[in-house]
């Protein structure tokens, strides 16, 4: 037992290690963001060359672009490469063009995940017809290959398998039977070490299996071809990316594990086991190849390729697949070996059944705590947001849930209702189909966290999503419904058109007042205030209006109508120039201080569950030791980690500038107004003036936020409520508000400065 409680820890530390070295700035695809000429635009003479710039650094081997006339006939110089000095970057150099209408398509493959994504656009040289295409769709495709969940189901299956049931021997099987005297016993649990062997093997050759057919599919991706159709070259090519290094360090181990199971096959077969100690010191260095195995597997994962969190990312998802694989391949096992002692007479085997249900019982207990700890983790990393639901990898993770959900029922069912009746033989009998039917539900959670891991996640998708649509706006305010767009949204005179309508749909014609505010996010910049007038139908107007500077703006409505309450709406957009690549994109990574925070409580909770459940599972004093100390390790590592990530220095210049990446619509605004009541209304008063109950009593007296709030940036007013005020009764509210309950709350501080006009 203490070489199993040693290497248990070993485990977790290798695991955790190799999660730190994981690439830097990722979103797990490499999205278009713009390009040189912009995607529409009308040039007056001929580019010399075509630049795009995408999300995330991009692998030279796989990523391509050509440009076409309206012929179809190919016009650029067959150049097309990565920047060597900004991956980020893809260009290709063109002949002089006529005038003309001209297609650019383009592929490219991740650095970090080995995802590919294609996509084309439009411009025009010398005019655009009337009748010409608008740019096309940039949303790449559901899944990279119809193959590809399968062959992903097929490795995680193999490597959960494959480590379970090699761990199940050491830590559970060997401490609840090895020690039954009794010669039938002893005939029995070789009949199971055998058939969990089988099992073991299978999974090391289903994991190995899907791992080449994973570097097929990624050959095929890189060179654009079908996976059957890759040839050596292709294959070469992948070994020149960071994802062909880690698929490398990943065969080799698999190779190992798969010689090092075929020696002690080669062994059983010629009737010479091995001895108990040979085989002790056999599952160590097995059990840590195909840990470090499944490292690599983590890091090529969507959690590792989350910007600012790749490391939390990594090694969230590796704990996450070792809890699994201690689970799923342990439930496999549990059938084999309760199967294996069926053969005994009911007298023979209760109590050895009886011992082996309550140790699995505990490694099952710490696993699905650690399970849901570091899944809801991974969870909020790819969603992050309500509405990214609405998409295809949210759909996938809610069918996932509902598995999960009737999984842990049929666990809960087992632990609180068959294990008190294993005195009985039909006890037994229920624990047969229980865990039976875990085993069924475990290969189908692995079915959803493969096609998870096939699909783009939601953040990605909803995040583009928004930035295609961001030309537009719309909410019901008030009763009110409020719209419009900003066309064409490029530096120079842009059109500004606002609908109103009742909560019915009906025009509105006469609003006493539409007062539009145009104002550009990355400086603090006066905002442009214009009134809109009414051309009929419930369309209001402003004067063209010239935006002058690429980047992100910010465009708020206020409508006035007799009888009904003042609305006012606000949305995001993105100015882009024909001449230039966009440099400023809505990032769809999470908030990183949150995710910081939330990895924290992440390392708390699942040290809290070693602390308090591994030490049971040893009945010696120094391995439960060991467990205690490994417990109080990451506890201590997670309290530092909360309390370091809330340690404020003087903050930058850069902090103080940052823009408030949530616009003030009625949603953000109102959870803002609920904050407020919440937190502030005591010192601060319901208006802002500092008149709250509490202000007597405060030396210095409290701000008159509606004086003050006007006279800073949103990024110093948000570094005041993150950090409090030095001299103050201000409190920091980073440790208890989230970034983005804190930028809402700017957001409403904003509406006391600047109260809606009056009715």
């Known amino acids: 037992m203490k070489i199993a409680s040693g290497v248990l820890a070993l485990l977790l530390l290798v695991a955790a290690c190799l999660g730190v070295s994981v690439p830097r700035a990722a979103y797990a695809h490499a999205s278009f963001l713009g390009s040189d000429p912009a995607a529409d635009s009308v040039l007056p003479t001929s580019p010399s060359r075509v630049t795009m710039r995408f999300s995330e650094a991009m692998a030279p081997t796989g990523s391509d672009a050509q440009i076409v006339d309206s012929s179809g006939r190919r016009v650029d110089l067959d150049d097309a ?31 970090v995940d080995g995802h590919g994504l294609q996509g084309s656009f439009v411009f025009f040289v010398g005019s655009r017809p009337p009748d010409a295409p608008s740019s096309a769709s940039t949303k790449p495709p559901l899944l990279q290959s119809r193959v590809d969940p399968a062959v992903r189901w097929f490795t995680l299956f193999g490597a959960l398998v494959a480590t379970g049931a090699i761990l199940f021997d050491p830590l559970i099987l060997r401490f609840a039977a090895g020690r039954e005297p009794r010669r039938a016993v002893t005939g029995a649990l070789e009949t199971a070490r055998g058939r969990i062997a089988i099992v073991a093997r299978a999974g090391a050759f289903a994991f190995l299996g899907g791992t080449v057919g994973q570097l097929l599919l990624q050959a095929g991706i890189t060179a654009g071809v079908p996976a059957y159709r890759v040839t050596p070259g292709d294959v070469a090519d992948i070994f020149s990316t960071a994802w062909g290094l880690r698929w490398l360090v990943r065969f080799c181990c698999l190779v190992i594990v798969v010689v090092l199971m075929g020696i002690e096959w080669g062994v059983e077969r010629q009737g010479r086991r091995p001895r108990p100690r040979y ?67 009911w007298e023979e085997r209760r109590g050895v059944v009886a011992a ?25 990393l790819q969603v992050t947001s309500r509405a990214a639901f609405d998409t295809p990898y949210g759909s996938v993770l ?11 029922t049929l666990g809960a069912l087992n632990l609180l209702w068959v294990r008190p009746r294993l005195a009985q033989i039909r006890g037994e009998t229920w624990l047969r189909r229980l865990v039976l039917g875990e085993v069924a539900l475990a290969v189908l959670v692995v079915v959803t966290v493969a096609g998870l891991t096939s699909l783009e996640p939601a953040r990605q998708v909803h995040s583009r999503d928004e930035q295609q649509a961001a030309l537009s706006f719309g909410e019901t305010v008030q009763g009110t419904r409020i719209g419009g767009t900003v066309a064409p949204g490029t530096v120079g005179t842009n059109r500004v058109v606002v609908t109103v309508a009742d909560r019915n749909g009906a025009p509105v014609n006469d609003a006493s007042n539409v007062l ?23 369309r209001y107007e402003v004067p063209p209006t010239v935006l002058s500077i690429v980047g992100a703006w910010q465009i708020e409505v206020e409508v006035s109508r007799p009888g009904s309450f003042d609305a006012r709406t606000a949305s995001r957009f993105l100015v882009t120039s024909p001449t230039d690549v966009s440099t400023t994109a809505s990032s769809a990574a999470p908030p990183a201080s949150d995710g910081r925070t939330y990895w924290s409580w992440v390392m708390i909770a699942a040290g809290a569950l070693v602390l308090v459940l591994l030490p049971r599972a040893w009945t010696t004093r ?23 990530g809330h340690t404020h220095a003087p903050a930058p210049q850069s902090v103080l500038n940052q823009t408030n990446p949530y616009p003030p619509d009625s949603r953000s605004i109102e959870a803002g107004r609920l904050l407020y009541e919440q937190q502030c209304v005591k010192c601060h008063g319901a208006a802002g003036h500092g008149d709250g109950p509490e202000a007597s009593g405060l030396v210095p007296p409290p701000a008159d936020l509606s004086t003050h709030v006007p006279l800073h940036t949103d990024g110093t007013v948000f570094y005041f409520i993150s950090s409090g005020f030095p001299g103050t009764a201000m409190p920091a509210f980073a440790g208890t508000l989230s970034e983005q309950q804190r930028w809402d709350l700017v957001n409403y501080l904003r509406t006391l400065a600047q109260p809606l006009p009056s009715r």
Not at 104 to 111: D, E, K, L, M, P
Not at 361 to 375: D, E, I, P
Not at 398 to 408: H, I, R, S
Not at 516 to 538: H, M, N, Y
């Open 356 to 380: 082996l249900v309550a140790r699995f019982s505990l490694f099952a207990g710490l696993s699905v705590g650690v399970l849901l700890v570091t899944g809801l983790y991974s969870s909020w």
């Open 81 to 111: 490469k990565v920047d060597p000095n900004d991956l980020t970057q893809m260009a290709v150099s063109v002949s002089r063009l006529a005038d003309g209408t001209y297609t650019v398509a383009w592929h490219n493959v991740s650095a």
């Open 279 to 345: 085989a002790s010191l056999l599952w160590v260095p097995v059990s840590l190849l195909l840990v470090v195995a499944m490292a690599m597997v983590s890091l090529s994962s969507h959690g590792a390729a989350t910007t600012d969190l790749e490391v939390p990312g990594a090694i969230n998802d590796g704990l996450h697949l070792a809890a699994s694989a201690l689970w799923v391949g342990g439930l496999c096992a549990l059938v084999l070996t309760v199967r294996a002692f069926s053969v005994l007479r």
């Open 516 to 538: 539009v505010r145009l104002k550009f996010l990355d400086r603090d910049l006066s905002p442009i205030e214009l009134t809109a007038t009414s051309v009929g139908g419930g």
């Open 622 to 644: 120094p391995a439960r030791a060991r467990s205690r100390v490994l417990g109080t390790a990451v506890v201590l590592a997670g309290v530092v980690l909360f309390y370091g």
């Open 398 to 408: 809610a069918v996932k849930l509902v598995l999960v959900a009737g999984l842990l």
